[in-house]
């Protein structure tokens, strides 16, 4: 369950309640993580296919058999309370709820009509559906008011910060590392790239900054996270770039505190990009860490006042390269000196905690 940052979150809030809970999950292949589970959280495997490098086509068919299995699991199960992560985890449950009591949590991350450029007449019957999987949950939560589609009295917005714990345990692994990337390369600006990099999230552009031999004596770049094997075959080969691997949550979070900036692009030409709120930025917020996002993201100004950030032209692949070459090194020492980590300003996991409290409060009969 703590394969990505959001889910760790939830199930540290889940074990601090003592609430016996049990995963249901489809795992790929080749997933890898180091991150584990609280001892209150039992997997259940319902499905084992698929690879990172499958094709479209196949991926698609894949989550068609997912729902499938997931809507048989809920359906024939006894549980009556379930939190689901995405549309496709919670669009088989909301189909079960029409043959038996179910109360759900849909925990909307990245509404699925707004984050593909779908045929107009396609995102219009998706959305719908989506709209009524949200009508029938006892609480929809986003992770911003951008986020939000429906007027139902449902929703509830609590940001993608991180939990307190995780905070304070990256911080503590990487007060514990006995050198420092800032102080192994001390003239060098430490860039990193962490998560999912995508064509949709600037995989052009960092590409093109890694290879820049003009960047080779001034940039070392961190890159963290499930990559495709046409990048990993860059880093491997360029002197000035350290992967990571996949990483928990925690240790994800420590190099934050080790980096002079952080990469995070959207292209906005997809609608639910022009409305992140990533983890990333409010991360950066927490461990004071400046970062590049591009133009044309609505919700970026949301951030003036947390932290540092700087914005680059997503239609031009090489801008990425050309902010780096002409980044004033000397600066971002000063914005990441001048910042404070705060453990107690964001309250992520009080939240959600009280919003748990809320939906146990619905006694299925």
Known sequence: MSFTPYMAKLAHVLFLKELPVKFLTWVRRD?????????????????????????????????????????????????????????????????A????????????????????????????????????????AKIHLLPGESRRFTCFDNVVVVPNVTSEKILLT?????????????????????????????????????????RSKRLADKVRFLVAGDLDEDIKAEIFIIENATYLGRLSSEDALSYYFDSHLVISLYD?????????EPNKWWDCVVTGTP???????????????????????????????????TFNFDNVNKLKDNYLVSENGFCWDIKVSNMIDKFLMHRVQ
């Open 291 to 325: 970062f590049v996002t591009n133009y044309g993201i609505d919700t970026v100004c949301n951030f003036n006042g947390l932290v540092s950030y700087f914005q680059i032209d997503y239609d031009d692949e090489d801008s990425l390269k050309n902010f780096l070459l």
């Open 268 to 276: 906005p030409s997809v609608d639910i990009n022009r409305k992140a």
């Open 31 to 95: 997933d890898k993580t180091t991150a584990f589970d609280p001892s209150n959280i039992h997997t259940s495997v319902l499905l084992l296919a698929g690879s990172k490098n499958d094709s479209k086509f196949k991926l698609v068919c894949i989550y068609i058999i997912w729902m499938f299995k997931l809507f048989g699991s809920v359906v024939f199960s006894k549980d009556k309370y379930y939190i689901c992560s995405r549309f496709e985890n919670c669009f088989p449950v909301f189909i």
């Open 170 to 210: 990256a911080r503590d692994l990487f007060n514990s590392r006995d050198t420092s990337f800032r102080a192994h390369y001390p003239d060098k600006l430490i860039v990193y790239i962490n998560g999912w990099v995508s064509p949709t999230r600037g995989k052009s552009h960092i590409v093109n900054a890694i």
């Open 97 to 136: 709820s029409f043959f038996r009591r179910i109360d759900y949590i849909y925990a909307d991350r990245d509404s699925l009509f707004s984050t593909y450029n779908w045929p107009l007449y396609l995102k219009k019957v998706i959305k719908f559906v989506e709209t009524q999987v949200a009508r029938r």
